[in-house]
């Protein structure tokens, strides 16, 4: 298996993403991570992510992932209402959608999805888990390559 990785700044807000793509037993992977420092516009970032995934959501199945600093559970934010509608345009749903920043009580760290019909036996499963480690909780995302393989019969 190769894996073709890209790095890359988005144009107008200047945040870094990094873009792996493989394939396995027949199902194309696009995973996208990034990190918005808070300094970052809200606005000009999600208008990046569009132009971003006008292009970048190719794949069976993508996965957006990062520290975002956009808290997904503050409802009352149009900011907020505008990257979750963004990324539902392109498909993706929110496998984090819980507090990720225990001393704000956020969630700025998220795994976001998306998977076409091919992909869609694929079982899916977030995590986060309850660690000090670090200002953050770790988010991450589980991928059952078992089950697809043994309900598609790709071997």
């Given amino acids: 298996m190769s894996v073709d990785v890209i790095h890359s700044k988005l144009p107008n807000s200047g945040a870094s993403i990094s873009r792996a793509s493989f394939r396995l037993n027949n199902v194309s992977y696009g995973i ?15 208008q990046d992510l569009q132009t971003y995934f006008e292009i970048n959501t190719i794949n069976d199945i993508e996965v957006f992932m990062g520290d ?9 934010n149009n900011d907020v209402n505008d990257y979750l509608s963004a990324l539902v345009y392109f498909g993706f749903l929110p496998y984090i959608k819980r507090l990720t ?3 704000s009580g956020t969630c700025l760290d998220h795994i976001f ?24 909780a770790p988010v991450l995302l589980n991928i059952n390559f078992e089950d697809f393989l043994n309900a598609s019969g790709d071997v």
């Fill in 68 to 76: 975002i600093s956009i808290d997904i559970l503050d409802n009352a």
């Fill in 113 to 136: 999805v998306e998977q076409k019909l091919r992909a869609m036996k694929m079982k899916l499963k977030s995590y986060v888990p309850d660690t000090h480690l670090t200002d953050h």
């Fill in 32 to 46: 996208n991570a990034t990190c918005k420092p808070p300094p970052i516009s809200e606005k000009i970032f999600i």
């Fill in 101 to 103: 920043r225990l001393d």
